[in-house]
């Protein structure tokens, strides 16, 4: 059964860093878009950044300069480094992917999320 698994979240003060990671388990054969999204308190859940299987990036306008967003050589894990954090990030984030899952059969897959919260 594939999965999204996501790491990296926890608590942090304003001004920090964390770096999210989110792996794709069990048999996945390829792997094209993958994208981070959060939802805080009371928010709908907003992409953050998206990578494509040949690396184009996107970032929500807000938070270009201050995340990254990258693949691991394996093509099914991904990253977001978060610079500067503040408290207004604080949200769960969520990684999403799009998985090839059978030979030429694809779906969207949604991890469980992680809580990141930034302290002032």
């Known amino acids: 059964q594939v999965q999204l698994v996501e790491s990296g979240g926890g608590l942090v003060q304003a001004g920090g860093s964390l770096r999210l990671s989110c792996a794709a388990s069990?048999?996945?054969?390829?792997?094209?878009?993958m994208a981070w999204y959060r939802q805080g308190p009371g928010n709908q859940r907003d992409l953050v950044a998206s990578?494509?299987?040949?690396?184009?990036?996107y970032y929500a306008d807000s938070l270009k300069g201050r995340f990254t967003i990258s693949r691991g050589n394996a093509k099914k894990t991904m990253y977001l480094q978060m610079n500067s954090l503040k408290p207004e990030d604080t949200a769960v984030y969520y990684c999403?992917?799009?998985?090839?899952?059978?030979?030429?059969?694809?779906?969207?897959?949604w991890g469980r999320g992680t809580q990141v919260t930034v302290s002032s």
């Open positions: 999403n992917a799009y998985l090839e899952y059978s030979p030429g059969i694809w779906r969207g897959y």
């Open positions: 069990g048999t996945v054969f390829s792997a094209d878009t």
């Open positions: 990578i494509s299987s040949s690396n184009m990036t």
